[in-house]
């Protein structure tokens, strides 16, 4: 029985993509404060300042929804000591691994609203919406699974013989494989067969996830006994709303070194991985935890 290679995971996009992402929104919110400044002291009419305050407020919006959805956020929001993570590794070798489909239902329909414009003339105005009107999902099935993560420890490589390094981020990503290809089948047809009960409406959208309960994308982890300064969830949120989050995450990196492992579950919905001839197929495979 040959291992395919990996099925699907989960993982951060291009992080030099991100870091220009982060960037640009908070240009825009500087921009839009600058401009408001500015704005104040020329004249202009009652519309031109709503607009401008508008402005405003949708870029310091977006901004807001970048910081706080980004990975620095949800690290401080999931802080461990080093003997905790340990523990936490373990329940998740252990813990079954599913992959998700879900289907979305729609349709489009023209609707026609009025409104007043600049002169107080009534205008009409024509749009197409979307109409979700159907919604479900669904786990792939498989007979068995084994966890085939390999060894963990934590990596103080990094230079964590600097005191000031305290701190790994631990980013934990999720990858299924397919046993056999008569696995890969199976999934294929579950996928046509769910569809097809659940077309329901002129268009659908199509997707999957994996699901791991207790998982974590983001963690970070406490490795030394040095408390940096202004190191928490406070400070992350006060430097964001001052819209100064991108150095306060400058900040952030210089106390921590970055650690990937990947958490990789084998399925089949044919054979039973966990029988004695499969053993020694996956032997080298099997997690372990380094202490």
Known sequence: MCIRDRYMGMASGDSSFKSFCYWFTTLLAWGSIAFIGIAHGVPLDKNAKTISVVALSICLLIYYITQFCSSSCSYLCNRSESANIYNYMERIFYTPMYKRMHIQCYHYEMRTSTYRDSNGNTQI??????????????????????????????????????????????????????????????????KASFIARNHRDLYYDFSETLVLDGHKEHILVKVTDYDPPCFSSFWFILFTLLTFAEFYKLHMDKYTIVQNFDIVKIVSSRFDLNAPQYIQEYITLTPCIVY
């Open 125 to 190: 105005r024509t749009e197409q919406v979307r109409v979700n009107t159907y919604s479900n999902y669904e786990h792939y099935y498989y007979l068995s699974w084994r966890d085939i993560s390999g060894k963990f420890d934590l990596d103080l490589s990094g230079g964590m013989e600097q005191q000031e390094r305290a701190f790994v981020k631990l980013h934990l990503k999720l990858f299924m494989r397919l046993a056999e290809d008569g696995t890969a089948t199976d999934f294929e047809y579950q």
